[in-house]
C-alpha cells in the first residue's frame, strides 16, 4: 500500500519552442541603461586621471628661473610655507610679509588635484617670464570635474638666484586684501 497524500500532481512538461515572454530574461530599463553609462564614463575618468597624476616631474638645471619655480612649487605643495617664501624676491617679500603669506596659505586651495605644466619661457638678461598651465580637478565630493587656466609667473635673478617678482599664494597673485 502507498503512503501519499492529496491528488498526484500531474506530469511537468518540458517547453519545446521559441521562448515565450515569461521565459526571457527581464529587459533593462532606460533608468538601468543610463545607470550602466554614468558608471562607465566614471570608470574611464578615474583612469584618466589616476594615469594623469602619475606624470614624471620635469627636471631644469638648478639655476634656472624653471627650477627656482619648482622649488617654490614643491615647498608650496609640502606645506612648507617658509621655504615656499625664500623663493620671493626682495621686491615681492616687500609687498608681502612672511605672516601674510602663512596666513593666505590657509585660504588657498589646496594642490592635491593640480597640474602644472609649463608651456614656455621668455625674457632675456636679468628677468622671465614663465608661461604654466594649469589644472585644477575636484574629486567626487564635488561632483567631479575641473578647470584649465593659463598663468603667468615673473622671474627676476638676484645675487642668490633667481626669484618669483611678485607675491603669490600657489599660483594666484596676492593682493593684499585685508580680511
Known amino acids: 500500500m502507498e503512503d501519499t497524500v492529496g491528488p498526484t ?6 517547453p519545446t519552442g521559441p521562448p515565450t515572454r515569461s521565459m526571457r530574461m527581464p529587459r533593462l530599463g532606460s533608468t538601468a541603461w543610463i545607470a550602466l553609462g554614468i558608471t562607465a564614463v566614471v570608470f574611464v575618468a578615474t583612469v584618466i586621471v589616476l594615469l594623469a597624476g602619475n606624470q614624471a616631474q620635469a627636471s631644469y638645471p638648478a639655476d634656472s628661473p ?3 619655480l619648482q622649488g617654490y612649487l614643491t615647498a608650496w605643495y609640502d606645506d612648507d610655507y617658509d621655504t615656499a617664501y625664500g623663493f ?42 614663465l608661461y604654466l598651465q594649469v589644472e585644477d580637478f575636484y574629486g567626487p565630493e564635488y561632483g ?6 593659463d598663468v603667468q609667473v615673473s622671474m627676476v635673478l638676484e645675487p642668490d638666484g633667481w626669484k618669483i617678482s611678485q607675491p603669490l599664494v600657489g599660483l594666484e597673485p596676492y593682493y593684499g586684501y585685508p580680511y
Open 66 to 68: 624653471e627650477a627656482a
Open 9 to 14: 500532481p500531474p506530469p511537468v512538461e518540458t
Open 88 to 129: 620671493f624676491s626682495t621686491v615681492a617679500s616687500s609687498q608681502m610679509p612672511l605672516s601674510d603669506f602663512r596666513t593666505e596659505a590657509g585660504y588657498a586651495y589646496g594642490p592635491e588635484n593640480q597640474t602644472v605644466t609649463l608651456d614656455r619661457t621668455t625674457g632675456t638678461g636679468d628677468s622671465r617670464t
Open 144 to 149: 567631479g570635474g575641473g578647470y584649465a587656466h
